[in-house]
Structures are given as structure tokens and as C-alpha cells.
């Protein structure tokens, strides 16, 4: 699962940088920019994915009892 959304994160940084060089920005603002959307957009599935896990696991165990 982690390496998912570690390449979701890869797929959308470098489409960032892409999108943000057309706008012609100095390179060091692509790069932080895109970092930035990087970071977030993996910490954000990241937490995601947890809170999925952690419904289907207590939903299999309330079925279980």
C-alpha cells in the first residue's frame, strides 16, 4: 500500500514540476512548490489508507461477533 502512494506522490510531483515550468517560475520555486505538493499529497493518502485499514479491520471483526 505504501508503495502506492509513494508512486501517486512521484506521479504527481513530477507532473507539478511540469505544470510549473510552463508557467515559467525560477527552478528553485518549481522544486519547493512541488516538494510541498508532494509531501502533502502523500502524508494525506497516507493517512487515508489508515483510516480505510483501521474501518475494514474493526468492520471484519464486528462481523465476526
Known amino acids: 500500500m505504501q508503495k502506492i502512494i ?7 510531483f ?3 514540476v511540469i505544470f510549473f ?5 525560477p527552478l528553485k ?3 519547493i512548490k512541488a516538494s510541498i505538493l ?5 502524508i494525506m ?3 487515508v489508507a489508515l483510516i480505510i485499514m483501521k474501518f475494514i ?4 471483526y464486528d462481523d465476526d461477533n
Open 6 to 12: 509513494i508512486q501517486i506522490g512521484l506521479l504527481f
Open 57 to 60: 479491520n474493526k468492520s471484519s
Open 29 to 31: 520555486d518549481i522544486l
Open 14 to 16: 513530477f507532473l507539478s
Open 21 to 25: 515550468a510552463k508557467m515559467e517560475l
Open 45 to 47: 493518502l497516507s493517512v
Open 38 to 42: 508532494f509531501f502533502a499529497l502523500t
